[in-house]
């Protein structure tokens, strides 16, 4: 019998500041993440960078997190519910596990292998679909070191990066549609990473170039809905320095009224979960400076969550992981 793991970084456990200082001091002490030494990067993160910012990013998760119960962060109950949804229409264990955080991926083996005493494989599906140090490597690495650690009955087998397969493009095209009428401009966003990251993964060929990768997502979703690239922007989000992929999308958006930009969508191709970098560095802190430079309107297209196509989407890559597109 197969599992399938569902994958992501992880969020804080809940919205207070001792739990937000906790989760960024744990996902900032990954050498993966930083590019540094991992005394360095624990120190770093730990002593002065989650002390200094937990508060004001305690405040906005405050302002994303679920009300109404159950009262979770938007990234874990939506991957619940993508979870059950899956494991409903394929007749198939699905577990979830965050890289920082819980649930973590020991308790999630250990769940896959409670559900199926016959587990033979584990389909490991990173809801990340673009290659990254800080995110396919650093999930590849504590994957492993988990595994390995004591015997198991059952293989693992990664799900690659799919930035190109038709079953996601069309999982975007179908949730973007609907938002795309009546607007000037398309802007497409995606998390910022350290230049001397990419540059190092770019050398190493396509399969690990993160900027190839996500201008590859972004020419099959124009080719996929007629949208004239010209009339498409790209943007980077959560940067932690200047020495990062550029424009920056809290500092940069505020320029296109000044084009003619009035009326634009946004939609981040690299966030299959909502979460931090799309309910609020889009639809609340970008959208109020487009607005307050002049915009009309700026619409945030939903990330794909649990809906339908997205659940079929994650099936058929699974089940065919190739790239027809390369």
């Not at 999982?171 to 609907?178: E, S, V």
Request: with cysteine; net charge positive.
């Amino acid at each position: 019998m197969r599992g399938i793991l569902l994958v992501n970084l992880g969020t804080p456990a809940g919205n207070s500041k001792a739990d937000v200082r906790r989760f960024i001091g744990d996902m900032l002490s990954d050498p993966y993440v930083t590019g540094l030494s991992p005394k360095f990067s624990s120190l770093l993160a730990r002593k002065i960078i989650a002390p200094l910012s937990a508060g004001k990013s305690a405040a906005k998760y405050n302002l994303i997190w679920r009300k109404e119960e159950p009262k979770l962060s938007p990234l874990l109950y939506h991957m619940q519910q993508l979870a059950t949804t899956l494991e409903n229409k394929k007749n198939i264990s699905v577990e979830i596990a965050m890289r920082y955080g819980e649930p973590d991926l020991l308790h999630a083996f250990k769940e896959l292998e409670r559900k199926c005493p016959l587990l033979h494989e584990v389909v490991i599906f990173p809801l990340y679909p673009h290659y990254a140090q800080s995110t396919t490597e650093t999930m590849k690495e504590a994957i492993g070191r988990i595994f390995f650690s004591r015997p198991h009955s059952f293989r693992l087998r990664f799900v690659e990066p799919y930035y190109n397969h038709p079953a996601f493009i069309e999982a975007l095209t179908n949730q973007a549609r609907p938002y795309l009428e009546g607007i000037d401009k398309l802007v497409f966003t995606y998390h910022s990473l350290p230049v001397t990251q990419v540059a190092a993964a770019w050398r190493k060929g396509k399969e690990f170039d993160y900027v190839y990768q996500l201008k590859e997502t972004n020419h099959l979703f124009c080719q996929a809905t007629g949208i004239d690239p010209h009339d498409t922007f790209l943007f980077y989000s959560s940067q932690r320095g200047r020495k990062w992929l550029k424009p920056f999308l809290n500092k940069d958006i505020g320029d296109l009224p000044k084009l003619g930009w009035n009326n634009v969508a946004v939609i981040a191709p690299g966030f299959p979960i909502d979460n931090m970098e799309t309910l609020y560095d889009i639809d609340i802190e970008a959208r109020k400076l487009f607005m307050d430079a002049g915009g009309k309107q700026c619409t945030f297209i939903p990330s794909l969550n649990d809906n339908d196509s997205w659940v079929e989407a994650i099936w058929k890559i699974v089940e065919k992981p190739t790239h027809p597109h390369k």
